[in-house]
C-alpha cells in the first residue's frame, strides 16, 4: 500500500476513534480551558449579539479549524438557548499551519475566539436575563491527541437600549470579528498545469502584500494534497498558488470539483475568502516569481507601477520600429522636413506631434477602461474591431493622401497656396499626425507593452491612465527629440521646390494605408461593406476635387462657396456609406485567421487546446487580427514558409488561430489569461502540457521551428513509450 494511502486511511481511523470517544465521559486533564464571552454587555430585543466560546490552549497543544486537514476534528458547539433565540454558523479565524510528520493539519495554539451571532428575539423582555447553554466538543493534540468535552454558559441581560461592549471581552471579539477571512467577491480561478492545481486570485493588493509565507486553506479536505508545499507566485495584479491534487485511489482518475473555496493567506497577518471555478487565470495573476519575505504593501505597489510604466515606455520607443508604424511615417517625415533649417518651426511641430500622441493615447485608454467597466470583452486595438470605424480610418487615410498629393489643402486659406508648404505653420497637422499615428500603430503591440497594458487594466484608473501616457511618451520621443536636435534640423535643405516633390512620393504610402484598411473591412464585413468602402472612397477622392477647386477659385478672388457645399455634401454620403458597413456573420475567411497555403489549421478555442493537451500533442497558438500589420508580416515571413510547414509536420504539432480582427470575447480571455490585452501573442504549449513559452513579437522561421521542436521532445511518459 503507498504511503500516502496508508496515511489517509489512519487518519479516517483517527476520526472515526475520535467520535467514539466523543461519546464517553471525559477522563483526565483538561487541555483546553473554555469559557463563553459576549461582545456587548447585554443583549438587544431584535438584535444580534455575538457570544465567543473562548478556547485557552495548554503550551503544546492545539485545537482544529473547519477544515482539520490530514488529520484531526473541527471544534463543535450544540447551543441551548429560550425559546425564539438563534444561533448561526462559527466566525473561523484563519488558521495557521501545524505539521506533524507526513500530515498537514490546521488549527490553532494558545487562545482562540470563536464567535458566533445569536439572534435574540423582538419579544425578548428587557429587564430580565437569558441564560445561554453550549456543550463545546473539541479534539486536542499535542504527541498525541486528547477528545474533550466542555460545557459551558454564559448569563446576558435584555437591555432597552443600545447594549455597551463588553468591558472585558468587547474588544478582543471585535479584533477577531474584524480579522476574521470574509468573503472576497475577487475574480479567482483554478486550472490543472502539469498535474497540479493551480488556484489564481486577481487581487493585487494582496500581491503587494503577499510574503513568502502565503498559503491557501481549502475549506474541504480531498481537494488538493495538503501535506504537499505550495508553490506561491506573484503576479502584476494578484497571485497563484499550485499544489498537487488530492491522492484518490488507486486506479481511479482524479476528479476536478466543480469549485474550490477557502481561505488565502499573504503571510502579513491578512487573510480573506475566495470561491475558484475551472478557467484561465485572471490576467497578471503570475509571471513575477515568488513573493519577498516582509514585501509591504504600498511600497512593492508603488515598485510595481513604476516598472510597469517603465515597460510601457520602452515598449512605445520600439512601437516606432514595428511594421504597424509604417503607414504614418510618410506624414512623419513631410511633417519633419517642412522646417528644413528652421528650428522653432521643428520644435513646435515636434511639441504638437507629442500632443497629440499622448492625447490620443489617453482618449483610447479612458475608453477602453470604461468600457471594459461595463463588462465588455474588449482588449488593446479595439479601435479596428469595427467595420464602421476601420472603414472611417481608410477614407481618412485616403483623405490625408489627397492632400500630399496636393488635390487640396488642409489649415491653410487659399490665397495662401502659392506660397508652398512653409507658409503653413502646420500645428493643426502635427496634432492629427499624432493622433492618426496611435490609432492605426498602437493595436499591434510591440515587445514590452504586453506586460504593461495587461498590469494598466488591472488598476484603478490613474494608475491605469499613467501607464499608457509613459506609452505615449516612449512612442512621441524619437520624432519630438529629432525635432529638439538642431545639428540634425541644419543638415536638411531649406525649403523649396523638392518639397512639392518629395510631399508627393510620400502620398503613395498612405495610399497603401488605405487600401490596407479597406481590405480589413472586406474581412469584417465581406463583399458588401468592401463595395461601401469603395464607394465611399470615390465619394472622398470627388470631395477633395471639389475642395481644391473651391480653394483655387478662392486664391483667383472669386467665390467659392457653390463648389464647396457640394463637396461637404458628397463627403456626407462617403460618411453614410461608411456608418452602414455591418459586421459579417461568422468567423472571418480568407484572412489571418484562414490556414496559411502550407499549414493547416483550426480555430482557437480554450476546450479544444485543452483536449489536444490531453493527447499530448504540441500546439502552437496563434493569436492575430487582420488590422495588426506585424501579424500579418509574422504570417508571411514566419508562418507560412515551407521550413515552417516541415517543422510541425515533425513535432506534430498544431497549428491554433485565434482571428481576433472582429471582437470575440473567448480570445479577450485568453489574452487576459496571459497578462496581454492585445496582438500579436505567439504561444507554444509542450505535449507534456504546463504553462505555455510565449513567443517574440517579431518572428523567424528558425525561431518558430526550435520552439516546435522543443515542444515535441517533451513527451509525456506514455507518449514517449509508444
Not at 478672388?557 to 456608418?579: E, H, K, N, S, T
Request: positive net charge; contains cysteine.
Amino acid at each position: 500500500m503507498p504511503l500516502r494511502t496508508l496515511i489517509a486511511v489512519l487518519a479516517l481511523a483517527l476520526a472515526g476513534l475520535a467520535g467514539w470517544a466523543r461519546a464517553q465521559p471525559s477522563f483526565g486533564p483538561q487541555h483546553v480551558h473554555a469559557r463563553l464571552a459576549a461582545q456587548t454587555a447585554g443583549a438587544t430585543p431584535g438584535s444580534t449579539v455575538y457570544v465567543a466560546l473562548v478556547q485557552r490552549i495548554d503550551p503544546s497543544w492545539h485545537t482544529y479549524w473547519r477544515n482539520p486537514g490530514d488529520a484531526g476534528e473541527a471544534t463543535k458547539i450544540a447551543w441551548t438557548l429560550p425559546p425564539g433565540w438563534r444561533a448561526g454558523d462559527i466566525v473561523w479565524p484563519a488558521p495557521e499551519r501545524l505539521p506533524l510528520g507526513p500530515l498537514m493539519n490546521y488549527g490553532y495554539r494558545g487562545e482562540v475566539l470563536l464567535p458566533v451571532p445569536i439572534e435574540v428575539p423582538a419579544d425578548a423582555t428587557p429587564g430580565t436575563t437569558a441564560h445561554l447553554g453550549a456543550a463545546a466538543a473539541f479534539l486536542v493534540c499535542a504527541d498525541i491527541c486528547v477528545p474533550q468535552d466542555s460545557t459551558v454558559a454564559l448569563d446576558i441581560p435584555i437591555v432597552a437600549g443600545a447594549a455597551p461592549a463588553d468591558p472585558a471581552w468587547g474588544a478582543k471579539i471585535a479584533r477577531t470579528l474584524a480579522d476574521a477571512p470574509k468573503p472576497s467577491g475577487l475574480a479567482t480561478s483554478f486550472d490543472i498545469v502539469a498535474g497540479k492545481l493551480r488556484i489564481a486570485v486577481a487581487a493585487p493588493d494582496a500581491a503587494a502584500r503577499a510574503t513568502t509565507d502565503a498559503y491557501f486553506y481549502p475549506f474541504e479536505g480531498g481537494v488538493i494534497d495538503q501535506s504537499a508545499p505550495q508553490t506561491v507566485e506573484l503576479g502584476q495584479s494578484g497571485l497563484s498558488f499550485t499544489v498537487a491534487r488530492a491522492q484518490s485511489l488507486p486506479g481511479a482518475p482524479a476528479a476536478t470539483p466543480a469549485q474550490i473555496q477557502g481561505v488565502v493567506s499573504t503571510g502579513d497577518g491578512q487573510a480573506f475568502e475566495v470561491t475558484a471555478r475551472p478557467g484561465p487565470p485572471p490576467v497578471g495573476t503570475f509571471g513575477l516569481g515568488p513573493p519577498r519575505a516582509g514585501a509591504g504593501g504600498g511600497e512593492a505597489s508603488a515598485v510595481t507601477t513604476l516598472r510597469a510604466m517603465v515597460l510601457a515606455f520602452l515598449g512605445g520607443l520600439i512601437l516606432n520600429l514595428m511594421p504597424c508604424v509604417l503607414p504614418v511615417l510618410s506624414m512623419k517625415a513631410a511633417a519633419f522636413a517642412g522646417h528644413g533649417g528652421e528650428a522653432k518651426g521643428a520644435r513646435m511641430q515636434g511639441l504638437a506631434f507629442a500632443v497629440g500622441v499622448l492625447a490620443t493615447f489617453l482618449v483610447l485608454a479612458g475608453l477602453l477602461l470604461a468600457a471594459r467597466a461595463a463588462g465588455q470583452a474588449v482588449g488593446w486595438g479595439f479601435q479596428l474591431q469595427t467595420p464602421q470605424i476601420t472603414g472611417a480610418l481608410a477614407l481618412i487615410m485616403l483623405a490625408a493622401a489627397l492632400n500630399l498629393s496636393g488635390l487640396y489643402e488642409i489649415g491653410t486659406s487659399a490665397q495662401g497656396l502659392g506660397g508652398g508648404l512653409a507658409s503653413r505653420g502646420g500645428l493643426l497637422g502635427s496634432l492629427f499626425t499624432g493622433g492618426l499615428a496611435v490609432v492605426v500603430a498602437a493595436p499591434c503591440t510591440a515587445p514590452f507593452m504586453g506586460p504593461a497594458l495587461g498590469y494598466a487594466l488591472t488598476q484603478p484608473a490613474p494608475v491605469s491612465l499613467a501607464v499608457f501616457a509613459a506609452l505615449g511618451l516612449g512612442f512621441a520621443l524619437p520624432f519630438t527629440a529629432l525635432a529638439f536636435s538642431p545639428p540634425l534640423i541644419r543638415l536638411l535643405p531649406r525649403p523649396g521646390g523638392w518639397m512639392t516633390v518629395l510631399r508627393q512620393v510620400l502620398a503613395f504610402p498612405m495610399y497603401g494605408a488605405a487600401a490596407w484598411l479597406a481590405w480589413v473591412v472586406s474581412v469584417q464585413a465581406g463583399q458588401e461593406g468592401l463595395a461601401r468602402i469603395l464607394a465611399g472612397a470615390l465619394a472622398v477622392a470627388f470631395a477633395a476635387w471639389l475642395w481644391g477647386a473651391a480653394q483655387r477659385r478662392e486664391a483667383q478672388g472669386r467665390r467659392a462657396w457653390a463648389i464647396a457645399v457640394p463637396a461637404l455634401g458628397v463627403l456626407a454620403l462617403a460618411l453614410v456609406a461608411v456608418v452602414g458597413a455591418r459586421q459579417a456573420a461568422g468567423p472571418p475567411a480568407g484572412t489571418a485567421a484562414a490556414a496559411a497555403a502550407e499549414v493547416p489549421s483550426v480555430p482557437y478555442s480554450a476546450e479544444r487546446l485543452a483536449a489536444l493537451q490531453a493527447e499530448g500533442r504540441p500546439v502552437l497558438v496563434n493569436f492575430t487580427a487582420a488590422w495588426c500589420v506585424t501579424c500579418q508580416v509574422n504570417e508571411r515571413v514566419a508562418l507560412s514558409t515551407a521550413d515552417t510547414a516541415a517543422a510541425f509536420r515533425r513535432s506534430g504539432a498544431v497549428y491554433m488561430v485565434g482571428d481576433w480582427t472582429n471582437r470575440d470575447a473567448a480570445i479577450a480571455q485568453a489574452l487576459a489569461a496571459q497578462g496581454r490585452v492585445g496582438v500579436p501573442l505567439y504561444l507554444v504549449y509542450a505535449a507534456v502540457g504546463g504553462p505555455p513559452r510565449v513567443l517574440p513579437q517579431l518572428l523567424t522561421p528558425g525561431l518558430v521551428s526550435e520552439a516546435l521542436t522543443e515542444a515535441a521532445a517533451i513527451r509525456p511518459p506514455a507518449a514517449a513509450g509508444r
